[in-house]
């Protein structure tokens, strides 16, 4: 029956939501098949296309999720109440992934000089704190993680420090904290890790007017207006993009999300649209899915850099640009803007590379500072057993032994001496 | 049929090794004939001829790296430079078919059966593709009618015993082992250091009923597609976690292997009937080397020599204990077993010494967390592995398992019971590698 349901298709069966690759079908050659290779891969192209395949596969993920409270999608947890939660902003709550006060105190004092740097450039910095699900509703996450001790974490280590430092910081985790109680609707959605469209659209509010005050621009004005329309049916935008992949066989039930109608102005005079380049997670999407912020408000020459360097433009079909920024000149990627800045969620302030990227721009290396990380080099080279571990560390990171010395020597200069 | 599909399959898994497999099996076959019209020393010159041929190839393709390696390390250890050569690759299900293959050469040889006059027969009984890759090992005189007349056993409801025995073994693999497998492999990939004693218990216990239903899973299979085409393979499982000493667990577990170590090499070493030191020795020697025809390694050598001496040790005193505290002796009997296992599954013998220090002379402390689906799996686990304890339940499980005739109700019940285990399992199956991911980037 799956056989003649994969070739037939008699019964309708719907698409499985996530990202996920199907198998090709794999080229029959004489050698691969002696080989053995041709087998597993023609195995694996039938299997990806079997009859029923997706009500099977739907069957077990309900049966996880009903019978035993888990989900079987990759990077899920399950809390009470079927909230779903993603391992990484979990951890980066209870504190796992904390970088110690030591890196912090070192990356913020980066951050300081490349705000100032900018500014002296006319180009304003601001860093947003985007919210995080687990810290924002701890009591719905999965009953063993609500009594783990908690260790301190990056985000309060990085607000603090930014506070000190006299970083132009927006944390929006604290106002959501501080709505949590007064709020209409939902800011997270129960199947979702992002913000909700009704946290979005409260949350622009703030975060456009400062950047008008930051800035000192005057934007394209936005409201919200009309009825809120509320659903638990047809819930849009990210949230449920936890929800979805999970492939379930009933609907997942929704909290009722609400999403507000967003009128933006045409521009008036004395408005502009400012080019923005933002460097951020996926919480930066909110602003360009659920109503089109990012596009109305700012000039198409706008960038969003992801934590991984994509670079894409504003829109809603996360259309990249192509662009490297490791090729061309980085200067002419980031003069040109007339607002910089960082929007991330605190389990993506592990990455530290816009930063650097900008600090290099402004203070490259000089050969005195090459030289010094050359003796560096040596003094490493010349500890017992330390070329063992490194050739150890390059073969894992399938990298080059000179590059990672490199870089090890590099990191304890910046550390140390600049 | 069945000779056709059993090359396909074979073909599909190690086409690079059809060749050589089919010429070993042509030879092995022109010499037992040769053996059969043979008299006195000729005749045992053919069976040592033929004997030498298969254990030559199991040696060659099996061993010939762990030998090498070995040789390698000790002519590093004495100053030389390390031996360098191409790895020899293992062609599938070598170990097993070689068994058969040296079965039916020293049956014949024994007279126990006429050899084979067809060639396709001969070559269907090594072949056969449902025991092929992991068993039951299949001693020739246990089949030799079947290979060629398969009519008694060719009925409807052997069919649907064999349908309901293979989705059985489907079952245990997909919905118990290869949930324990998951968390018993990463409590296995642990540094020692993060091995707290209750963890390491966990893990081993984890893996005995990995190993357990993942095993005796397969050889459901085998024995329930080989009902579906007519064969009758021996039983290779019985409840062996029930068992009150090491002796009845190898009676229980992998019982062809146990029946084969004992027909052609413990009984020709003198099996019972010698003095008791050599007969220790005997017995030591016979697991230390199936100990090493499960694996070519030193772990492996080291679970065999672990299990022959606690045989050695049931015949000098622990077999009078065991009786004395009854059913009780199961535990004893388990927590060795667990402990077998551990050398078993590590990756070498220094990684299972270290670990058992953990079990033995670790710290206790609470377990992390693990999942509602893996305690329940190894609830189940745990129950059905033990249940059989109670001999009425050892009754019906054998009643159910080995029936030949159904009524309406029980065809009814058992095929209800089997549509549901095969649509879950099915389920299970595809579902493993669909694991769809929330982003592809961040």
Redesign the interface.
């Known amino acids: 029956m799956p056989a003649l349901q994969a070739k037939f298709h008699w019964l309708e069966e719907a698409p ?5 690759t199907m198998a090709p079908h794999p080229e029959l050659t004489p050698n691969a ?4 290779e041709y ?1 597993p891969q023609l195995e ?1 192209y039938l ?1 990806d296309r ?1 009859g029923f ?1 997706t009500w ?2 739907r ?3 309900q ?2 999720l009903s019978l ?3 989900a ?5 947890l399950v809390g009470r109440d079927n909230v779903l939660f ?1 391992p990484l902003p979990v951890n980066a709550y209870l504190g796992k992934n904390f970088l110690g006060e030591e890196e912090i105190r070192y990356r913020v004092r980066r951050m300081r000089i490349v705000q100032q740097e900018l500014t002296k450039r006319g180009i304003p910095f601001l860093f947003v704190m985007a919210p995080n699900k687990a810290r924002y509703q701890p009591e719905d996450l999965p009953a ?2 609500r009594h783990v001790k908690r260790g301190p974490t990056n985000y309060d280590i990085f607000i603090r420090e930014m506070q000190a430092n006299k970083i132009n910081l927006l944390d929006l985790s604290r106002l959501f904290a501080l709505w949590k109680d007064t709020t209409r609707y939902p800011l997270f959605p129960r199947g979702g ?1 992002h913000w909700s469209g009704y946290g979005v659209a409260l949350v622009a509010d703030t975060l456009f007017a400062r950047v008008e005050q930051v800035g000192g621009f005057d934007l394209v004005n936005f409201r919200r207006e009309g009825p809120v329309k509320v659903t638990s049916d047809s819930v849009q935008g990210t949230d449920n ?2 929800s979805g ?1 999970m ?1 379930l066989m009933f609907p997942y039930q929704h909290y009722k999300m609400a999403y507000p109608r967003v009128i933006f102005d045409s521009l008036q005079a004395g408005q502009q649209r400012p080019n923005l380049l933002i460097s951020g ?2 919480f930066v999407w909110g602003f360009m899915h659920f109503d089109p912020y990012l596009q109305t408000l700012f000039t198409p020459e706008s960038r969003f850099w ?3 360097e ?1 670079v894409f433009i504003y829109d809603t079909h996360f259309t990249r640009t192509g662009e490297d920024l490791n090729q061309g000149d980085f200067r002419q990627q980031i003069e040109p803007r007339q607002f910089i800045m960082m929007l991330v969620t605190e389990h ?1 302030l592990i990455y530290g590379r816009f930063i650097d990227r900008l600090y290099e721009l402004y203070h490259p290396l000089t050969e005195a500072d090459n030289s010094k990380i050359k003796v560096i080099e040596q003094q490493l080279m010349s500890q017992p057993g330390y070329s063992d571990s490194l050739w150890a560390r390059a073969n894992r990171e399938n990298r080059g032994f000179e590059e990672v010395l490199q870089g090890e020597a590099r990191t304890i200069y910046d550390h140390t001496e600049r | 049929m069945a000779l056709t599909a059993s090359l396909l399959f074979y073909a ?5 090794f059809l060749a050589l497999f089919l010429a070993s099996v042509v030879v092995n076959f022109v010499l037992i004939r040769y053996m059969d019209r043979a008299t006195n020393w000729q005749k045992r010159i053919y069976l040592i001829m033929s004997i030498v041929i298969n254990v030559a190839m199991l040696f060659y393709f099996k061993y010939a790296n762990f030998f090498v390696e070995n040789a390698s390390a000790m002519r590093g250890y004495l100053g030389g430079p390390p031996l360098t050569w191409e790895k020899v690759v293992l062609p599938i299900g070598i170990s097993f078919f070689t068994f058969e293959k040296l079965t039916y050469t020293i049956d014949v040889y024994r007279g126990v059966n006429k050899p084979l006059k067809s060639f396709w027969d001969f070559m269907l009984y090594i072949m056969l593709f449902p025991k092929m890759i992991a068993g039951p090992i299949v001693r020739f005189h246990e089949i030799a009618d079947q290979l060629t007349d398969r009519t008694a056993f060719d009925t409807i409801d052997h069919k649907l015993a064999g349908l309901f025995r293979f989705v059985i073994g489907l079952s245990k693999k997909v919905l118990i082992a290869n949930v324990l497998g998951q968390e018993a492999d990463k409590i296995f990939t642990l540094a020692p250091t993060d091995l707290s004693m209750s963890l390491a218990w966990l893990g081993a216990v984890s893996y005995t009923f990995q190993i357990y239903f993942d095993f005796s899973g397969y050889s459901d299979m085998a024995i329930g597609i080989g009902r579906m085409i007519g064969f009758q393979f021996p039983e290779n499982f019985n409840n062996p976690y029930i068992s009150r000493s090491i002796t009845e667990f190898w009676q229980r577990w992998h019982i062809t292997l146990g029946r084969w170590m004992r027909d052609y090499l413990y009984i020709p070493l003198g099996g019972n009937r010698v003095k008791p030191a050599r007969l220790y020795v005997n017995l030591w020697t016979v697991f230390i080397l199936s100990g090493f025809w499960h694996g070519a390694a030193w772990n492996f050598i080291a679970w065999g020599a672990f299990h022959g001496l606690f045989l050695v040790l049931d015949r000098l005193f622990l077999l009078r204990i065991y009786k004395k505290i009854g059913v009780l002796s199961i535990l004893p009997t388990f927590a060795i077993t667990v402990v077998g296992w551990v050398l078993f599954r590590a990756e070498s013998l220094s990684a299972a010494l270290a670990y058992m220090k953990q079990m033995f002379a670790g710290s206790w402390s609470e377990l992390p ?1 693990f ?3 893996f305690w ?1 799996t190894l609830a189940l686990a745990t129950v059905f592995s033990f249940m059989a304890a109670l001999p009425r339940i050892e009754r019906w499980e054998i009643g159910t398992l080995t029936a030949e005739r159904f009524a309406l109700s029980r065809t009814l019940a058992q095929g209800f019971v089997t549509a549901i285990l095969l ?2 399992s ?3 199956v ?2 493993s ?10």
């Open positions: 499985l939501a996530g990202a996920y098949l002696v080989a053995g087998q694996k299997e079997v395949r099977l596969i069957m077990r993920d049966l996880s035993l409270g888990v079987r999608s990759t990077d899920l993603q063993y993680l890790t993009d936890l992949p492939n997670d996926s992801g934590v991984d994509t993506n | 599909w898994g190690g086409l690079n967390y999942t509602i689906e329940a649509i879950l099915v389920s299970y595809i579902g590698t669909f694991n769809p991911f929330i982003y592809f980037r961040f």
